[in-house]
């Protein structure tokens, strides 16, 4: 398996467009945060408050808009080239000859997708917090969204970390997503036009599906004192659905 997971790896991080894609991300985030920087005010989604920024919170602005960018963006092209790509164009029939079985090779897969989300948001969080701490006022203690009562410094850099695990939590929902609409649908082009469009057509039927490709106002929500309980009853139902339809459709697609 350790075999079969390197050999994944390798596949996704030497193809020349993910250094393009990779190097067009930290522009855009160095752009971002240079905005930040110099306003020295964080706005909050659907203008629902604003903050001071300092070497605390600058990272939880930075997620709020570079999160659509890795989840709308950079996971669907990711997905595409990983399973679309390879899957309809017929070259994966000789990986499936090597002598693992199916959901193996379906499992490393989406791991390896999940290590390409993880590279992106560990990358984020690590500039953001340099940059707060090098370009920003330093403070002691932070205030939470919809709350008026500051936080200790080691308890604001714990609410950090948990908003980016429940964003890499969202990302998992969107590869498991992403898998089952690559998997049916052949065309790289189409598909990703789905992976894109399919989350704001679930909002609009549902708000609470905006965790898929925008769920920063939510997850604020969830670590809010008053919390958010129903988010973990649409994202754990809907991980749940697509992850046995992906799987069902990898065991049973003839490749």
């Not at 030497?14 to 855009?28: D, E, G, N, P, T």
């Not at 203008?47 to 602005?61: D, P, Q, R, T, V």
């Not at 000859?97 to 959901?103: D, S």
């Amino acid at each position: 398996m350790i075999g079969l997971w390197m050999s994944e790896r390798e596949r996704i991080w030497k193809k020349k467009r993910v250094l393009i894609l990779c190097s067009a991300y930290l522009l855009i985030l160095a752009i971002y945060i240079a905005k930040l920087i110099y306003s020295g005010v964080g706005l909050y989604d659907y203008g629902e408050g604003k903050a001071a920024l300092h070497n605390l919170n600058l990272s939880w602005f930075v997620l709020q808009d570079m999160s659509f960018i890795i989840q709308a963006i950079i996971l669907p092209i990711f997905a595409v080239s990983t399973l679309c790509d390879e899957i309809h164009s017929g070259c994966y029939r000789l990986y499936m000859l090597r002598p693992f079985r199916r959901y193996q090779h379906w499992s490393i897969k989406l791991i390896a997708l999940l290590e390409v989300v993880l590279v992106f948001i560990i990358g984020t969080y690590v500039i953001s917090m340099i940059s707060g701490w090098i370009f920003l006022p330093h403070s002691q203690s932070a205030i939470l969204y919809h709350t008026t009562e500051p936080i200790g410094f080691w308890e604001a850099n714990l609410y950090t970390i948990k908003l980016y695990l429940m964003h890499v939590l969202t990302c998992l929902l969107m590869i498991m997503m992403s898998s089952v609409i690559c998997f049916f649908v052949p065309v790289s082009v189409v598909a990703f036009m789905i992976i894109f469009c399919f989350p704001f057509l679930m909002s609009v039927i549902n708000s609470e599906f905006i965790i898929m490709n925008n769920p920063f106002s939510i997850v604020l929500d969830v670590l809010s004192p008053t919390g958010h309980s129903i988010f973990w009853v649409y994202i754990l139902g809907s991980l749940m659905v697509t992850s046995f339809i992906s799987f069902v459709r990898w065991k049973t697609k003839s490749i």
